[in-house]
């Protein structure tokens, strides 16, 4: 199988890459290194540098017959959102829709999309969040991925595509950016127990979150892609589980050493939910897919990733 991977240089994307190629698929990873890095694409990945919001650019595939599109690559900041709604309409909608038609047009049926868990935002009391639970974005990052699932949703209402939306809650793991402070709540917090630092908290550290490792994000992929009853859904990957963000960041930084490193809570930043958490039973049902990491080994995980990447 042929699999072309957006946002292959990005956290998600490159983990996804490098499982594809592990399980010997051949895979072509297109990116725009707006938050990516050339050197996180998996050896023995092609790769197209292109921003998928331009069409122009999305000439540069026009040589690939790809089987299947994972579409991971966009603005993934809720935070960022809401200062530049329009870059991430482009990065977020835009792509999706202009990705959707290049698939169809180059004989690609099949496209696996990255929602998120800010579709819901907080407008329903109702937890865990089900498929069923009414959408209310708080963010225009919630709100473009909405409004990408719609636009999927019409398009194969109206064509052969076949599209399936994950919706990915509180991916975290190793190999997340850590100089970038404005995505990624178990990142963030881990670069500055990292560097010996307060931990500065945006918000209440009583907001729960579901955390998901990264490997079993990819394997909810893998799994979706492979299962045809997935097709024209929207499904949920989620643990269930519904962690305090307070309690993460003491686990977090025992883990990395520094258990007596003050914590500074800040004010929230826009459009910030305070709890959050999923049912994946969906999926789980069609697919069989499960997670199987829990958030105190995940964490125990990327922690030490973080360590071998800075040895001494
Ligand atoms: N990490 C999470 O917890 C989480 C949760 C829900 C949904 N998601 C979604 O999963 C996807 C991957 O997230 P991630 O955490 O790996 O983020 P990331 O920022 O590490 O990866 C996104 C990648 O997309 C690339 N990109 C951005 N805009 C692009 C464009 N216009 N054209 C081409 N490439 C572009 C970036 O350079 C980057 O490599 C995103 O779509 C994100 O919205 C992530």
């Not at 960041?249 to 004010?267: N, Q, S, T």
């Not at 958030?295 to 922690?303: N, T």
């Amino acid at each position: 199988m042929h699999a072309l991977v957006t946002g292959g240089a990005g956290f998600i994307g490159s983990h996804l890459a490098l499982r594809l190629l592990g399980d010997g698929h051949r895979v072509t990873v297109v990116d725009n290194l707006s938050t990516g890095y050339r050197g996180q694409v998996p050896a023995g990945a092609d790769f197209v540098y292109a921003d998928l919001g331009n069409p122009l650019h999305l000439h540069r595939l026009d040589e690939l017959r790809p089987d299947v599109v994972f579409h991971l690559g966009g603005q993934s900041s809720g935070w960022i959102s809401m200062d530049a709604p329009l870059g991430d309409l482009e990065d977020n909608l835009r792509s999706t829709i202009l990705l959707a038609d290049w698939a169809l047009a180059h004989g690609c049926r099949r496209f696996l999309y990255a929602s998120s868990e800010s579709v819901y935002g907080e407008g329903s009391k109702e937890r865990p969040f089900t498929e069923t639970t009414l959408p209310r974005p708080l963010t225009y990052y919630g709100c473009s991925k909405l409004a990408a699932e719609h636009y999927l949703r019409v398009k194969a209402d109206n064509s052969p595509l076949q599209h399936t939306c994950l919706r990915l809650f509180t991916v975290y793991g190793p190999g997340q950016d850590l100089a970038n402070m404005r995505q990624g709540i178990v990142s963030i917090y881990l670069a500055y127990a990292a560097k010996g630092e307060p931990v500065v908290v945006k918000g209440s550290l009583d907001r729960t979150r579901d955390l998901v490792f990264v490997d079993d994000a990819v394997a909810a992929f893998i799994a979706a892609a492979a299962e045809p009853r997935t097709i024209g859904l929207e499904l949920n990957v989620a643990t269930g589980v519904s962690t305090r963000l307070g309690d993460l960041i003491r686990e977090m930084v025992a883990a990395v050493g520094v258990p007596d490193l003050p914590v500074h809570p800040e004010a929230g930043t826009p459009g910030d939910v305070l709890h959050s958490f999923g049912d994946a039973s969906r999926l789980t049902a069609l697919t069989g897919w499960k997670p199987v990491v829990s958030a105190s080994e995940g964490l125990r995980r990327a922690v030490a990733r973080y360590r071998r990447s800075t040895p001494g």
